[in-house]
């Protein structure tokens, strides 16, 4: 779906007419520069505000049904290509590496949920996960590998025809009948929300649009759900009843546009929570699963800056909150009538207190036990509270490596942990060194079990590889953290190829994780890094706080200094140093690209957010108004100021910059398309160098890129061959080490 764009209407008349003129004749097609490269047509567009002058040449880019803007952009993705061919034989030998470590027929580790082990399994040679399910076995419920595997659901299947697929939940009825769950089919985050009955695989008359979760009442004949407006934002909830009887009713609508909703249910399934969210402020309601047509009612009232979890164990209420500081404190309180005082936060008795150095970022209840996800000196930790909660010394779960990531539930998959009356833990870890593994945790005994270790096919051992934590001096003297990991016998003395990745927004923290697909970099010498600016969540909640807003330069001078460590201390140097980001992350390298381009070698930008103060004084689109607490907004002018010193868009000037790779997606909702068009197009004007500016524009595709496993990497192998032809690795004699 295309975003609605405001018409700011015309240039003012001190833009010349002869201006417009020709602006209007060039843009039926995009006129080549003498490196073959498509130079955008200029057409003035007045953008200005307080009291500044600001002319956009290229806001005409914007109308993606127009001819003569997908002239533009096919013409940029065919000089791309055409800038690709050299390396075709690089592209294919990376796809066939990547390709060649995974075990493509493979299985998850099952999940139980009542009487059924749930699992997502791959085949050979196919895109996507099949959702499967066995029977429980006997009274104690185990898992048996011979039961009669039941399919929920195939996303091949779904998939054929289409040429981009993603689902974004799968949930089973509590009676285990129905199966609920929502598709995009352009990766614009469209959401249609399906029901299947699973004993007859047929899929059932009714459906919604525009979903954003969804959630079953305990009877499994009510279905609540959230809805999008235009903006795609999450404003309505509604209840569905499965006999069909009446419309779908509208239970309640956000007004607030700074507010999104969302969709839950507390761990022991008693309640169904609905969060109203804002980038710094909660208000929750609960309804009891078994009473499904009772009202909603408000945990705690809305308050400015007040955030809090609700779940609810052994008859009483718990709440993570942030009353007493940043990164929460674990609160007990007695289960009440709702909705509570504010000055009942006061009479809880504290579980955990807030602690300046730790935040308290997720909590897994059990009906015996209570598990914290804690935050702590840039990594993951998990500890598991004494008595469940009612006494004794904390425990954290034993790990041996220095940087790593041990979390309660991996993004984007399943739940790990879905029976409330369970004395053992699931737990997902992984580090730069050690892929993505699978363990449980006896939370009476201690005993920590290993389930799997996702395999990596073509001779991979962990040995070879190295990670280590170094720590970088930003300008106010805030110690900044990196992660770093390279092979070991082939760490040089001296510089090394090397790419520095961040984002920096958000609260989002870039945990140090494996990827099987950086071991074609890793073999070929290059070293991997990762700067946790401040802008994140990597050091807890202030170190967010002091990223944002008017503090968001802080990002962008913290990247800075890292690369600067890293070359102070002999890792690399400008010559060899590339940094990627995507996203905000793609701000980050439009911004530090701007600061110090001197200082980089190449930059790799995924769907960059570039152009900040135009879509932030366009609140049609989506994120825009809800992200005025994240960047601030344009309309009032001290916050225009803070935005204007670092916009990579309104910032770039004549001179020498590293070389780009920006890439995008034509469906793409929450960075569209025409921020990094505008930028190559703007920056084609201005660069002085020799060095490639490229613009990889996939017409099918939305935030994510390319949604099937092998489409996702031969996307990877193009933009890494493009790292490796800078770096002076893509001669045909390079290639990966072998064990």
Partial sequence: MRSKSKNRGWPRLVVALSLLLAGAASAQQPQPSDDGAPRAARQPQDVSVHGERRIDDYFWLRERDKPEVQAHLRAEAA????????????????????????????????????????????????????HVRRAARGAERAYDATAPEQLLLDLNRLAQGRKFLALEDLQVSPDAKLLAYSIDETGARDFQLQLRDIAGGKALAWSAAKVQGFAWSADSRHLFYITANEAKRADKLWRHRLDGRGPDELLYEEKDEQFDLGLDRSADRRYLVLSSR????????????????????????????????????????????????????????????LPLALAALARGRELVAHDEAAMLEDLQVFKRHLVLQVREGGSVKLRVLGAGGRGGPARELPFDEAVYTAQLQTWGQPALNRE???????????????????????????????????????????????????????????????????????????????????????????????????????????????????????????????????????????????????????????????????????????????????????????VPFVDVINTMLDESLPL??????????????????????????????????????????????????????????KLRGLKTDANP????????????????????LKERAQYYAFMLQQWGLADALVAARKP
């Fill in 420 to 606: 409330y009356d369970s004395d053992t833990l699931r737990l997902a870890y992984q580090s730069m060194t050690t892929p993505a593994s699978v363990y449980d945790y006896a939370l009476g005994s201690g005993a920590l079990t290993l389930r799997k270790v996702q395999p990596v096919l073509g001779g991979f051992d962990a040995k070879r590889y190295e990670s280590k934590r170094l720590w970088a001096t930003a300008k106010d003297g805030t110690r900044v953290p990196i992660s770093l990991v390279y092979a070991k016998d082939l760490r040089r003395q001296g510089p090394q190829p090397l790419l520095l990745q961040g984002y920096g927004s958000y609260g989002m923290s870039s945990d140090p994780r494996f990827s099987a697909a950086n071991l074609s970099l890793l073999d070929r010498g290059a070293i991997l890094a990762i700067a946790h600016v401040r802008g994140g969540g990597d050091l807890g909640r202030r170190w967010y706080l002091d990223g944002k807003l008017g503090k968001k330069m802080n990002s962008f001078t913290d990247f800075v200094a890292c690369a600067e460590a890293l070359v102070a201390e002999g890792y690399t140097d400008p010559g060899r140093l590339i940094i990627t980001g995507g996203s905000a992350g793609g701000l980050l390298m439009g911004a530090v690209v701007n600061l110090r381009p001197e200082l980089f070698k190449a930059v790799v930008m995924h």
């Fill in 624 to 681: 825009t108004t809800g992200e005025f607490i994240e960047w601030g907004n344009p309309k009032v002018a001290e916050q225009y100021a803070w935005m204007r010193a670092y916009s990579p868009y309104d910032n770039l000037k004549p001179g020498a910059y590293p070389a780009i790779l920006a890439r995008t997606g034509l469906n793409d909702s929450q960075v569209p398309y025409w921020e990094p068009a505008k930028y190559v197009a």
């Fill in 79 to 130: 000089y791309t290509a055409r800038w690709f061919q050299p390396l075709a034989g690089l592209k294919e030998q990376l796809f066939r590496e990547m390709v060649g470590r995974i075990q493509q027929a493979d299985e998850a580790v099952p999940v139980r949920e009542g009487a059924w082990w749930y699992s997502t399994r791959t085949l050979e040679g196919a895109q996507y996960p099949l």
């Fill in 693 to 712: 500016l490229l613009f990889d524009i996939n017409m099918d595709v939305g935030h994510g890129g390319a949604s099937g496993r092998f489409d996702a």
């Fill in 278 to 337: 804002s980038k710094d402020t909660v208000e929750q309601r609960v309804l009891p699963a078994t009473t499904p047509l009772a009202a909603w009612r408000v945990v705690l009232p809305r308050r400015s800056g007040l955030e809090y979890r609700f779940e609810h164990h052994a008859g009483r209420f718990l709440l993570l909150a942030n009353d007493r500081g940043p990164n929460f404190r674990l609160l007990d309180l007695p289960a009440t009538r």
